[in-house]
């Protein structure tokens, strides 16, 4: 009796717009982008240790990986992210927020999106820390950060 709330007649309709039509898929192949989130990496490691954290995040947010071809990279891109994030003091995060472009920031919140949407399940999540750089994010960037990556199709 519940069976007709299965169907997807979507794939009946011949003017359904599919996500590949809106955004244009990732220029690189997937083991290009596996290798160059690898080395990104290993760089954001350190700079890390040298107490860059606004050159580890400008580095890591530049040319990230987006779209479902690169998964492997994605998760590689995310635990770089959550290496840096992890590693900085919370007095020290609007000085690197106000350090990188407002591209970059953007692509900071779809990140810590993506951390809080997988909570506890990952090494190296801690929700608090995500939210704490969320709220200073959003002081320098505003809200206009948010909606931006609420609207952008390039999912990560």
Known sequence: MDNFRKIDIDKYDEDVILDEELVE?????????????????????TLIGRGDTAGALALVLSDYPYGPTVEEAKQVTLQSLLEIVNSTKSAEIGAAVKAI????????????YKGLELGGEGEGINCAVLLGWHERLTEVAGTGCIVRVMADRRLI
């Not at 990732?26 to 954001?44: F, N």
């Not at 472009?101 to 810590?112: N, V």
């Open 101 to 112: 472009s407002i591209d970059q920031r953007d692509a900071l919140m779809k990140f810590l």
């Open 25 to 45: 898929p990732y220029p690189k192949a997937p083991e290009q982008a596996l290798a160059e989130a690898k080395a990104k990496s290993t760089e954001v490691r």
